[in-house]
């Protein structure tokens, strides 16, 4: 059962097995970086862009969205043989050093539990993006292939941005610029519902855009006030 007692404990050995030498900032620099470089490449590279070509963004973008639900629904929370690795570390660690009471980091280094690890942009980009630009530029045209890339990293990048972001502390500087954007606050609710123990295997496996939690079925809502009347508050904030 994992409790407060059972979670803070968790985090303390989580601590502990972070490397001396990890930095949050250059983590999520160094992700920030990679991903702006493709995607203002892609667009410099784009010439005479039909209406028909700038389809293909919103299309991957879609794409991503989905791919964001499935690799979290069927991969995140279920045992498979080739998921086993992120259903480790997202189960297993993402799941047990946050729970929904509980769902803010305290310092620079527990980003190392909320952002993806620096290589998987790498393999995100060899793996996919290169390939499918490769046939895209052969079969259709170069536009269509950078604005494929250019969607394939500003998904990526969004997932990215829009999970950090709901578990900035309460009150940060930074947390009070989302709050500013429309329907961030609901967004963040759905994912701190996903952190309830009997939810997160269940519902609410989109981060960024609920799109396929609607259309599949597994969309779950709690009315802010319900759910803070449910909630068990600790006497304090955990470490």
């Given at each position: 059962?994992?409790?407060?007692?059972?979670?803070?404990?968790?985090?303390?050995?989580?601590?502990?097995?972070?490397?001396?030498?990890?930095?949050?900032?250059?983590?999520?620099?160094?992700?920030?970086?990679?991903?702006?470089?493709?995607?203002?490449?892609?667009f410099?590279?784009?010439?005479?862009?039909?209406?028909?070509?700038?389809?293909?963004?919103?299309?991957?973008?879609?794409?991503?969205?989905?791919?964001?639900y499935?690799?979290?629904?069927?991969?995140?929370?279920?045992?498979?043989?080739?998921?086993k690795?992120?259903?480790?570390?997202?189960?297993?660690?993402?799941?047990?050093?946050?729970?929904?009471?509980?769902?803010?980091?305290?310092?620079?280094?527990?980003?190392?539990?909320?952002?993806f690890?620096v290589?998987?942009?790498?393999?995100?980009?060899?793996?996919?993006?290169?390939?499918?630009?490769?046939?895209?530029?052969?079969?259709?045209?170069?536009?269509?292939?950078?604005?494929?890339?250019?969607?394939?990293?500003?998904?990526?990048?969004?997932?990215e941005?829009?999970?950090?972001?709901?578990?900035?502390?309460?009150?940060?500087?930074?947390?009070?610029?989302?709050?500013?954007?429309?329907?961030?606050?609901?967004?963040?609710?759905?994912?701190?519902?996903?952190?309830?123990?009997?939810?997160?295997?269940?519902?609410?496996?989109?981060?960024?855009?609920?799109?396929?939690?609607?259309?599949?079925?597994?969309?779950?809502?709690?009315?802010?006030?319900?759910?803070?009347?449910?909630?068990?508050?600790?006497?304090k904030?955990?470490?």
């Open positions: 059962m994992m409790n407060l007692e059972a979670m803070t404990k968790f985090r303390d050995n989580y601590r502990n097995g972070i490397a001396l030498g990890y930095s949050g900032w250059l983590h999520m620099l160094t992700v920030l970086l990679v991903g702006l470089g493709v995607i203002i490449y892609s410099s590279q784009l010439h005479g862009v039909t209406w028909l070509e700038w389809v293909v963004f919103p299309g991957m973008m879609l794409m991503v969205n989905f791919a964001e499935y690799a979290h629904r069927w991969l995140g929370h279920r045992r498979t043989r080739y998921g690795f992120f259903y480790s570390r997202h189960t297993g660690d993402h799941h047990s050093f946050f729970l929904d009471h509980a769902m803010e980091y305290k310092t620079v280094r527990d980003w190392r539990v909320v952002l690890p290589y998987l942009i790498f393999v995100f980009i060899v793996v996919l993006i290169l390939p499918g630009a490769y046939v895209l530029s052969e079969l259709v045209s170069a536009n269509t292939a950078y604005l494929y890339g250019a969607a394939g990293i500003s998904g990526y990048l969004f997932y941005t829009m999970h950090f972001s709901y578990h900035i502390p309460q009150g940060h500087w930074a947390q009070k610029l989302f709050l500013a954007v429309p329907g961030w606050k609901a967004l963040r609710h759905l994912h701190v519902l996903h952190h309830k123990r009997n939810k997160m295997a269940k519902a609410n496996f989109n981060i960024t855009l609920p799109i396929f939690d609607y259309f599949l079925g597994t969309l779950y809502w709690q009315p802010f006030a319900e759910f803070e009347a449910q909630t068990t508050k600790p006497d904030s955990p470490p």
